[in-house]
T-cell receptor, first 110, second 112 residues
C-alpha cells in the first residue's frame, strides 16, 4: 500500500524564521512528488518534483527531491504570517492518482 | 474562467438520507477525483475516474457512489450506508493520474 508520511504534523515559529517541512514516501511506480498549500478550503499547487537533486524555487519557497532516500523537503525562508497554512505532500505514481500525507500545520506568530 | 466548481459549499442533511455533491470542471481534464478530509487528517481518496464512463474505488469507497457520464462532471452521492458522512469533501481534476491536481473549493457536509 502506498504511503506518504509528513513531519512534523504541526509547527509554530516566529515571523522571519526559516522552516523545513519533511515528506517521506513509498509509492509504487513513483513518478512525481507534489506539494500543496491549504489555507481554508482548496489546496493550491506549489511544486511538482520529478528529478532527484534539482531544487525548485518560487520566491521564499523551495523544494528538493531525493529519489534514493525517498524523501522531499519544503523550505520557507523569512516566514510571514501569510505562510500559516497546512502544507500537504503527495506522491504520484500509482494508477489511482496521488497519495497524500496528513499534512504539516504551520503557524507563523507575529 | 477555467476551474473546478463544487456545489453547494455547505450542506446539511438528516441521518438516513442520500445526498449528492456536485463537481464540474472546464479544464478539459480526463481524470477526476473525490477526496474526503477529516480534522487532523490528510486527503483520503474516495473514488477516481480516468476517463468518461469509467471510475474506480479509492481507499474509502464504502457508502459512496459516483458517475462519470460527461467529461466535465463527476457527482458524488453519499448514501445512508456511509457510517460517518460528516466531513469536508474535495473534488479535483488533472490531465493524468500523476500530474498536478487542481481542486475545487470543497463542500462541507454535516449530517445530523
Amino acid at each position: 500500500e502506498d504511503k506518504v508520511v509528513q513531519s512534523p504534523l504541526s509547527l509554530v515559529v516566529h515571523e522571519g524564521d526559516t522552516v523545513t517541512l519533511n515528506c517521506s514516501y513509498e509509492v509504487t511506480n513513483f513518478r512525481s512528488l507534489l506539494w500543496y498549500k491549504q489555507e481554508k478550503k482548496a489546496p493550491t499547487f506549489l511544486f511538482m518534483l520529478t528529478s532527484s537533486g534539482i531544487e525548485k524555487k518560487s520566491g521564499r519557497l523551495s523544494s528538493i527531491l531525493d529519489k534514493k532516500e525517498l524523501f522531499s523537503i519544503l523550505n520557507i525562508t523569512a516566514t510571514q504570517t501569510g505562510d500559516s497554512a497546512v502544507y500537504l505532500c503527495a506522491g504520484g505514481g500509482g494508477a489511482d492518482g496521488l497519495t497524500f500525507g496528513k499534512g504539516t500545520h504551520l503557524i507563523i506568530q507575529p | 474562467d477555467g476551474g473546478i466548481t463544487q456545489s453547494p459549499k455547505y450542506l446539511f442533511r438528516k441521518e438516513g438520507q442520500n445526498v449528492t455533491l456536485s463537481c464540474e470542471q472546464n479544464l478539459n481534464h480526463d481524470a477526476m477525483y473525490w477526496y474526503r478530509q477529516d480534522p487532523g487528517q490528510g486527503l483520503r481518496l474516495i473514488y477516481y475516474s480516468q476517463i468518461v464512463n469509467d471510475f474506480q474505488k479509492g481507499d474509502i469507497a464504502e457508502g459512496y457512489s459516483v458517475s462519470r457520464e460527461k467529461k466535465e462532471s463527476f457527482p458524488l452521492t453519499v448514501t445512508s450506508a456511509q457510517k460517518n458522512p460528516t466531513a469536508f469533501y474535495l473534488c479535483a481534476s488533472s490531465w493524468t493520474v500523476t500530474t498536478e491536481a487542481f481542486f475545487g473549493q470543497g463542500t462541507r457536509l454535516t449530517v445530523v
